[in-house]
């Protein structure tokens, strides 16, 4: 039984889904999996965090390409969480701390870390005022080294309302338009520009 805290898919709005079919329309297809993985190297720094696990896909990219870094990711739903702790028992990874919870709940366990992650990657509830809490969220525990990636921000007329708020946020310097993924950057002393690349 799946829980399904965001809009979802809109091939599996039934809360029973097969695993193929999660891995076929939640899971981050492999070129964007591999922009992660890019990402997570370069940007990553000691902390990233996940809004979305799902059944980890995006998760292994991210902690395969920073070893030194923890991954916390966060999924609403056990059924889904457990299935994705399998995956990261088999492929051995050691580095993903996998929070189990309704984002709202969970989001205060790794805010009193006190944490400055160097990557945060937003994938969790495809509706327009969760996607804007969740960025405002993160962006009061970054800093200027901090990017942040956030997934189908053409999903729908909300997520595209909420991309276009984003950029307007007053502590964002600059962004890139990837279609499918939007990129957040904080560098202070940058010019402050909206970037669209064909990728």
Known sequence: ??????????????????????ARYSSVPKKYGELLTGFSREFGGNTIIEFGTSLGISTMYLASGNPFATVYSME????????????????????????????????????KERMKPGLIFIDGNHRKEPSLEYFREMVSISDENTVIVIDDIYYSREMGEAWNAIKRHEKVSFTIDLFRMGIVFFKVGMSRFDYIIRY
């Open 1 to 22: 039984m799946v829980t399904d805290f965001g809009a979802g898919s809109d091939r599996g709005k039934s809360n029973l889904r097969t695993v193929s079919d999660i």
């Open 76 to 111: 609403g739903c056990p059924a889904i969480s457990e299935i994705a702790r399998e995956n990261f028992n088999e492929t051995g990874l050691k580095n993903i701390k996998l929070l189990t919870g309704n984002f709202e709940e969970v989001l205060p366990e790794i805010k």
